[in-house]
C-alpha cells in the first residue's frame, strides 16, 4: 500500500514538473499578415503600433514567450507613448500589456506543445490525475477503520507549516501571480486545453478556461480524499458532493456551453457581491443587450443577493452557501482540508476579521453605488470618486490579490478560509444575516465539554468553539461557515450544528448542566448577560 | 485588603473556582502550579502525542486571560502546608500566605508495589511530565520495539490508542475478565474487547503483571505475566491502574486525609479556611450513589462552580445532580445519563441493543416492576444531555423514554437513526406495542 502511495507521488511530482516546464517551451512567430489580420479583429486604429510590431517580431523565430512576451509589450507601450504624446487618444490600446501579449502569443505560438496538446494532457493533467490519487485512495485501507483521523497533523512537514508547506505556498502564489498579472506566460497551458475548450464552447482555452478546468480536477481528486476521510459523516460525504456538484455544472460547465450558444456566461450561483462586477457597465450592456436570457439573469442576480441568500440564511445559516454552494468554499473544503488547523484563533485575529471583512464589504458596496451612479447619469465620478478608479483598485487589491493569491496561495500557512474569513463581502453579508436572525445554530451538549480544542483546532474560521462549548453556550457567530468539522473531531460528542427555533438559540450560561439545579438557577437567573 | 485565596493546582477544578470567585467579587486570587504555567485541558494530553493538536491548543484560554482577570500564577512546588500560621512553602525555600486556601491537587497514577515499577521507562500518563517523558520513551516505532500496558481502565485505552498512532506494537494487559467490565456491563464491555484488538492490540485478558524486569542500565526490558511466567520484552511499560489524590505533601500537615483530603458537603477540611475539591477530595460520606473520590473532569468543574460561591459569602452544599459522563475508545464515542452499573442493582434490570456492526450499543438499567428509567449508556450513537437530564428528573418510564428518543439524539444531521431497531427490539424485549414518535423541537426545548 505504501508502494502505491509513494508511485503516486512521484507520478504526481512528475506530471507537475511536466505541467511547469511546459511554460518554458514553444516557439512564436508571427507574420506581417498575421498581424494585420490581429489589428483588424482587435479594431485597433494605430498604424505605429502595427509597424512596431512588425520590426519586433515579423520575420523571427522566437524560441521563449517570456522573450515574445518583452517584444510586444515593448512594441506596445513605446506605440501607446507616441500616441500620448501626440494626444492621439483614440489610437492608445488600452488593454493590459500582458493581456495584450497573450493575444498575440495565442495566434503565434507553435510547437511541441500546441501540436500535441493531447499527449500532452496527459502527460501533465493526466499523470498528476493519476499520481494524485494513487496517492489517496490506499487511504481507505492505511487510515483503518472509519472514524476521525488526524494523527500525525502536526508531526508532518506538509501539514506543519514545515518546509513542504512553504513551498505549497510559493508555487500557488507564483500560480497566481502569472494567471492574474502575467497571464502571457501561461499561454502554453492554454494550448494543452484548447481541443476541450473547442469541445465545451467552440473557442480556444483562454487564461481562465485553464484556471476553471483546473479548479475543478483539483476538487474533484481532492474531494476524493474529503470522501475517503470522512466516509463515516454522511454530513461531510453530502457536502463535498454538493460543493463539487456546483463546482462543475453551475461555475463550469453551464457558463461555458452559454458561450457556444452565443449567450453571456453565467454563474448562477455566484451571488453579488462576491460576483463583484455584477453591476459594471461592460456586464449591464452585455445583459441588457442578450434578449431575454440578459435579462433573466440580471433579475435572477438581483433576487438572489436580495432574497434568496438571507432567506437561505434565515432557515439554514450561512453554510448552505459557503460550504455547500460557493467555489471559493469549495476549493478551501478539498483542496484546503488538510490545512484547515492553521486558522488563527486569536482574539486579536477576531478583531482584525471584523475590521477587514466589513470593510471590504462597504467597498464593495460603495463602488457598487459610484459605478451605477455614473452607468445611468454618465458621470465620471460621484462624489469625488472616479468609477474606472475604484473599479480598477478593488479589481486589483480584492479581486486579484485578496481573493486569489492571498486566499488561495496562502493556504498551506495561514489556513484555507483566508479570503472567506477576512475577505470576502458576501461573507460578511451573510455572516449579518446568521449572527441576527436565523435558526442555524452549533448545539453545545449540556455539560459534556471537556475542554480538548479539537473543535477550536480544526475551526477553518478561526473560531475558538472551545470557548463557547466549555460554557455549555450554543455557538452563534457571523463567520460559521458550518463546515461540521468541529462537531466531527469532538471525541465526546458535544457539538451539532442544527436549523431550530430561533427562542433560545442564544443561551448564556455561567453554570452548566449537571450541578446542583438550585445552584444553575440561582446563577444563571441572577447573571442575565 | 481583600481576603486572598491560594488555590493550588491549576487543573479545571482549580481554575473553575479562581474564574468564579473573581466573577463574584475582588478578592486576590492566585493560582499555583508545579506542573505547567498555564492551564492546559488534561484530557486533551493524548491527542498531542498523537499529533492532533500542539501543547497551545489545549489550552482554553489565551495568556493574557489571566492577568486581564487579575488571577496571580505562581509556578512552584509546594512542600509544605502550615494551616496555623495559614502559610505555604515552596520547594525553593518562598512562602505565601493566604486567608483561604483551595487543594485542588488532582491525581497521580497507582503503583501497586510491582518489582520494577520505577525503571526507567516505565510510566503513568497523568500529567504534562509524563506526557514528555512519553515523547521521550516512546518517539517511534523504531525506537521503542513494543509498549505493554497495565490497567485496564480509560486512561490505558487511551495509552494504548496513543502508541498506536505511532505504530507502536501495544500489548494490553487487564486484571478483569473483560475491558472496563467493573463499570460497563458485559455486552459494551465484550464490544469493546473487540474493538481493540481490531485495532492490532494485543489485548490480555484475566493477566496479572508479576514483576517489570530490568536491563543493565536500569531500564525496563521486559515485563513477566503472572498467570503464564511469560516474558514480554518491551521498551515502555504503561501503568494505568487507576489513579489516586495526589496528596503526599500533605502528610505532615494538620488536614486530615484518608485516600483523600476529607472534605464535607460544603467541601470543607478539618481546617477551618482550607478547602479540597476535584480529583483530591474525599467526600467523608459518599453522596447518593456516586464514589467518595469522583476522579473526573466535569465533577472537577462543578466542584469549582460550588466551592467559589461558599468562598464569596454563599455557603453552599456540593449538590451535584444528575451523573453524567463521557469518554471515546479508540473510534467509538460513548456517553453516559444516570446510572448504569456493570451489574444491575437489586430490583433494576438491563436493556440492551447491539448494532450488527459492532461499534454501536445501548444499555439502559430500568425498574424491574414499573419500568422506571435509571439510566443509559451509550456507545456510538450521540445523545442530547438535556433531554436524559429532564427525563431523570421527571422519573420518566423507560417506555417513555424509548418511544421519544428521537428527541434525544444528538448526531450529526443525514446520520441514519437507531430509534427504529431499538424500539422493536424492545418491544420484542418487553413484550410491548410501543411506537415512535416523531422528533419535536417543541418538546426538545420545552424547558431551556
Known amino acids: 500500500m505504501k508502494a502505491i502511495k509513494y508511485t503516486g507521488l512521484v507520478l504526481f511530482l512528475i506530471g507537475l514538473s511536466i505541467f511547469t516546464a511546459t511554460l518554458f517551451l514553444g516557439s512564436f512567430t508571427l507574420s506581417k499578415a498575421d498581424i494585420t489580420e490581429f489589428t483588424n479583429s482587435r479594431n485597433i486604429k494605430s498604424e505605429l503600433l502595427q509597424s512596431k510590431l512588425e520590426s519586433a517580431v515579423v520575420g523571427q523565430q522566437i524560441n521563449s514567450v517570456f522573450t515574445f512576451s518583452s517584444l510586444t509589450r515593448a512594441a506596445l507601450e513605446s506605440a501607446n507613448q507616441e500616441h500620448k504624446n501626440r494626444e492621439e487618444w483614440d489610437k492608445v490600446v488600452w488593454d493590459k500589456p500582458h493581456t495584450f501579449s497573450f493575444y498575440l502569443a495565442k495566434k ?9 496538446s493531447g499527449l500532452l494532457w496527459w502527460l501533465t493533467f493526466g499523470l498528476a490525475i493519476i499520481g494524485a490519487l494513487l496517492f489517496i485512495l490506499p487511504n481507505v485501507i492505511l487510515l483503518g477503520a472509519p472514524g476521525i483521523k488526524n494523527d500525525g497533523i502536526y508531526h508532518k512537514a506538509s501539514t506543519n507549516r514545515g518546509w513542504i508547506a512553504w513551498g505549497v505556498l510559493i508555487y500557488l502564489v507564483g500560480f497566481y501571480l502569472l494567471l492574474y498579472f502575467m497571464p502571457d506566460y501561461v499561454v502554453n497551458w492554454t494550448f494543452i486545453l484548447d481541443p476541450i475548450s473547442q469541445a465545451l464552447n467552440g473557442g480556444p482555452a483562454s487564461q481562465w478556461f485553464v484556471y476553471g478546468f483546473l479548479y475543478c480536477t483539483v476538487m474533484v481528486v481532492m474531494g476524493v480524499r474529503m470522501y475517503i476521510k470522512y466516509r463515516h459523516n454522511k454530513y461531510q460525504v453530502l457536502r463535498t458532493t454538493s460543493v463539487l456538484f456546483f463546482q462543475i455544472i453551475f461555475a463550469f460547465l453551464i457558463p461555458e456551453i452559454m458561450y457556444s450558444l452565443n449567450m453571456p456566461g453565467y454563474d448562477f450561483k455566484n451571488a453579488f457581491p462576491l460576483d463583484y462586477d455584477f453591476f459594471f ?45 460557493c467555489g471559493c468554499g469549495g476549493l478551501a473544503e478539498t483542496l484546503g482540508d488538510p490545512y484547515r488547523q492553521h486558522s488563527d484563533k486569536s482574539m486579536r485575529a477576531w478583531k482584525i476579521e471584523r475590521w477587514l471583512i466589513h470593510s471590504v464589504l462597504v467597498f464593495s458596496l460603495v463602488m457598487t453605488v459610484v459605478t451605477l451612479y455614473c452607468y445611468f447619469s454618465g458621470a465620471e ?9 475604484i473599479k480598477d483598485t478593488y479589481s486589483f487589491l480584492i479581486g486579484a490579490w485578496f481573493a486569489g493569491v492571498i486566499g488561495t496561495g496562502f493556504y498551506p500557512i495561514f489556513g484555507n478560509r483566508v479570503w472567506c474569513r477576512f475577505g470576502c463581502p458576501l461573507a460578511a453579508y451573510l455572516g449579518m444575516v446568521q449572527r441576527f436572525k436565523s435558526r442555524f445554530r452549533i448545539t453545545t451538549n449540556g455539560g459534556q465539554c471537556i475542554s480538548c480544542g479539537n473543535c477550536s483546532t480544526y475551526c477553518e474560521q478561526g473560531i475558538d468553539v472551545r470557548a463557547y462549548a466549555q460554557k455549555g453556550e450554543n455557538i452563534i457567530r457571523s463567520s460559521c461557515v458550518g463546515c461540521g468539522i468541529c462537531s466531527a473531531v469532538c471525541p465526546r460528542g458535544v457539538l451539532k450544528l442544527e436549523n431550530g427555533p430561533e427562542k433560545g438559540r442564544i443561551n448564556p450560561t455561567q453554570v452548566l448542566l449537571g450541578n446542583d439545579v438550585d445552584l444553575m438557577d440561582y446563577v444563571n437567573k441572577s447573571n442575565p448577560q | 485588603m481583600e481576603e486572598h485565596i491560594v488555590i493550588i493546582g491549576n487543573g479545571i477544578s482549580g481554575v473553575t473556582t479562581a474564574r468564579h470567585i473573581r466573577k463574584l467579587s475582588d478578592k486576590k486570587i492566585t493560582i499555583v502550579s508545579a506542573e505547567t504555567d498555564h492551564f492546559f485541558s488534561r484530557t486533551a494530553l493524548m491527542y498531542i502525542y498523537m499529533g492532533h493538536m500542539k501543547y497551545e491548543h489545549t489550552k482554553p484560554y489565551e495568556d493574557y486571560f489571566w492577568s486581564k482577570n487579575r488571577i496571580e500564577l505562581k509556578r512552584g512546588y509546594v512542600t509544605t502546608v502550615n494551616t496555623d500560621a495559614q502559610s505555604l512553602q515552596f520547594s525553593d525555600g518562598s512562602h505565601m500566605t493566604y486567608d483561604k486556601l ?6 497521580k497514577p497507582n503503583k501497586f508495589g510491582w518489582p520494577g515499577q520505577d525503571l526507567k521507562g516505565v510510566q503513568g500518563l497523568y500529567s504534562k511530565q ?23 481502565g480509560l486512561i490505558g485505552i487511551e495509552m494504548a490508542e496513543m502508541l498506536r498512532s505511532r505504530d507502536i506494537p501495544v500489548t494490553f494487559l487487564v486484571r478483569e475478565k473483560s475491558f472496563w467490565n ?14 481493540i484488538k481490531s485495532h492490532h492490540i494485543d489485548l490480555r485478558l484475566n493477566t496479572n503483571l508479576d514483576e517489570i524486569l530490568s536491563d543493565k542500565n536500569g531500564r525496563v526490558r521486559a515485563v513477566k505475566i503472572k498467570e503464564t511466567s511469560e516474558e514480554l520484552a518491551c521498551d515502555v511499560v504503561g501503568l494505568t491502574a487507576g489513579v489516586s489524590p495526589n496528596i503526599d505533601f500533605l502528610k505532615d500537615s494538620k488536614i486530615e486525609c484518608g485516600r483523600g483530603v476529607k472534605v464535607n458537603r460544603q467541601l470543607e477540611t ?21 464514589r467518595s473520590i469522583e476522579a473526573v473532569w466535569y465533577t472537577g468543574r462543578m466542584m469549582g462552580e460550588t466551592l467559589a460561591q461558599t468562598i464569596c459569602g454563599r455557603p453552599m452544599p456540593y449538590n451535584p445532580g444528575h451523573w453524567f459522563n463521557s469518554a471515546k ?6 456517553q453516559t445519563y444516570g446510572w448504569v452499573f456493570s451489574k444491575p442493582l437489586e430490583g433494576h434490570t438491563h436493556f440492551h441493543w447491539i448494532h450488527q456492526d459492532d461499534d454501536k450499543c445501548i444499555t439502559i438499567e430500568l425498574n424491574e416492576k414499573d419500568r422506571t428509567f435509571k439510566g443509559i449508556n451509550i456507545f456510538g450513537i450521540r445523545m442530547r444531555h438535556e433531554i436524559f437530564d429532564r427525563w431523570l428528573t421527571e422519573n420518566r418510564s423507560t417506555d417513555y423514554v424509548v418511544e421519544h428518543l428521537r428527541d434525544a439524539n444528538f448526531d450529526p444531521e443525514f446520520f441514519k437513526g437507531f430509534e427504529k431497531d431499538i424500539l422493536s427490539a424492545y418491544n420484542d424485549h418487553f413484550g410491548t406495542q410501543l411506537q415512535l414518535k416523531k422528533k419535536s423541537w417543541k418538546r426538545i426545548f420545552t424547558t431551556s
Open chain 2, 182 to 195: 467493573s463499570v460497563l456491563p458485559d455486552g459494551e464491555s465484550a464490544m469493546l474487547n473487540r474493538h
Open chain 2, 102 to 107: 483551595v487543594l485542588a491537587l488532582g491525581s
Open chain 2, 329 to 334: 475508545f479508540l473510534d467509538i464515542e460513548y
Open chain 1, 108 to 116: 503565434a505560438g507553435s510547437g511541441y506543445v500546441k501540436e500535441n
Open chain 2, 130 to 152: 509524563d506526557l514528555d517523558m512519553l515523547e521521550e520513551n516512546a518517539p517511534d516505532a523504531k525506537s521503542c520495539k513494543r509498549a505493554v500496558i497495565v490497567g485496564g
Open chain 1, 381 to 389: 465620478a460621484f462624489l469625488g470618486i472616479k468609477s474606472q478608479w
Open chain 1, 281 to 325: 457597465e461592460w456586464n449591464l450592456d452585455t445583459l441588457t443587450s442578450s434578449g431575454a436570457i440578459g435579462l433573466f439573469i440580471l433579475v435572477w442576480g438581483i433576487v438572489l443577493t436580495l432574497i434568496i441568500v438571507p432567506v437561505m440564511v434565515y432557515f439554514f445559516g450561512k453554510r448552505w452557501y459557503c460550504s455547500w454552494v
Open chain 2, 270 to 290: 478539618n481546617i477551618p479556611n482550607v478547602y479540597a475539591i476535584g480529583d483530591c477530595a474525599q467526600q467523608r460520606e459518599a453522596i447518593g450513589l456516586r
